[in-house]
């Protein structure tokens, strides 16, 4: 199954090029936009703790307008993962529509990085002190417990997008089944999640042309748009043992969307008018 996912998720992008480029350079320009906001603030007149507030506040609203986007941008994918083309009409009509959950998003995102950089630190200085004295044991209890709550959190969210999209559930539910689908899946969502770093990867070799947002945003829900597949099998044999469900048919599963993907070979990505 992941083997398929690996290859329906390259033709995706590859067929979708031009759009997953411009969108990545809308993201660019954007992403700049908030990283000259975070610095200007940040030289405003004031005492160390007002410029922090200055830049915590531009952090989320930053964070805020940049998952609006990605939010609006969700459909898009969701069509790509679909055999339908994206079009920058919906991501433009989807804005507003995408103003609660991408605010909602953001706050969480600040959250998570607040978290990150201030209990991190401050559990590890716990365990092991700055001054070389005796740390307590507790402090390496509690870092290994936020850090592993982080990357929990960082494996499920990147279900969040693709289950709005797909599912058209409300925030609360969305991040419920983020969750779900992580704990149900851990290895497939820690595949998923390789895969997105090569994605970050060629996206900071490429300086941001390629790959990028748009890339990562097809990935996650095509692999989503597959996975929940399992669950619809599921409902159709509710009578099914635990160690019949983890037997899931992908051959079977799968028959459709290698018929529509058909037999793509190499020259057909570079010379598709030889085919």
Not at 40 to 52: E, H, I, N, Q, Y
Not at 155 to 184: E, G, T, V
Request: proline share 4%; hydrophobic share 50%.
């Amino acid at each position: 199954m992941f083997r398929f996912f690996l290859k329906k998720n390259f033709c995706d992008v590859w067929d979708n090029l031009l759009h997953t480029i411009v969108y990545n350079l809308m993201m660019l320009v954007l992403l700049g936009g908030c990283l000259a906001l975070c610095f200007a603030v940040s030289a405003l007149p004031g005492s160390a703790g007002v410029k922090d507030l200055y830049v915590a506040a531009a952090f989320l609203f930053s964070s805020i307008v940049v998952c609006v986007f990605l939010v609006a941008e969700s459909d898009n994918a969701a069509r790509a993962a679909s055999y339908e083309t994206p079009k920058f009409r919906n991501l433009l009509k989807n804005l507003l529509p995408s103003l609660k959950d991408g605010a909602l998003l953001g706050l969480l995102v600040t959250l998570f990085v607040v978290i990150a950089t201030t209990s991190l630190p401050y559990y590890f200085f716990m365990w092991l002190p700055r001054d070389g004295g005796q740390g307590s044991p507790i402090g390496l209890i509690m870092l290994s417990f936020v850090f592993w709550a982080l990357v929990i959190f960082v494996l499920a969210i990147q279900w969040f997008l693709p289950i709005r999209s797909l599912m058209h559930n409300n925030f609360k539910k969305c991040l419920k089944k983020s969750y779900i689908i992580f704990f149900d899946n851990v290895w497939f969502s820690i595949g998923v999640m390789l895969v997105n770093l090569l994605n970050i990867f060629i996206t900071v070799f490429t300086l941001g042309i390629l790959d990028g947002a748009s890339t990562m945003l097809i990935t996650c829900t095509n692999a989503l748009r597959l996975r929940l597949y399992k669950y619809d099998w599921y409902e159709v044999n509710p009578g099914l043992t635990r160690e019949q469900r983890r037997e899931v048919p992908w051959e079977e599963l799968l028959a459709n969307d290698r018929r529509i993907l058909g037999p793509r070979k190499w020259k057909s990505f570079i010379f598709p008018w030889k085919e």
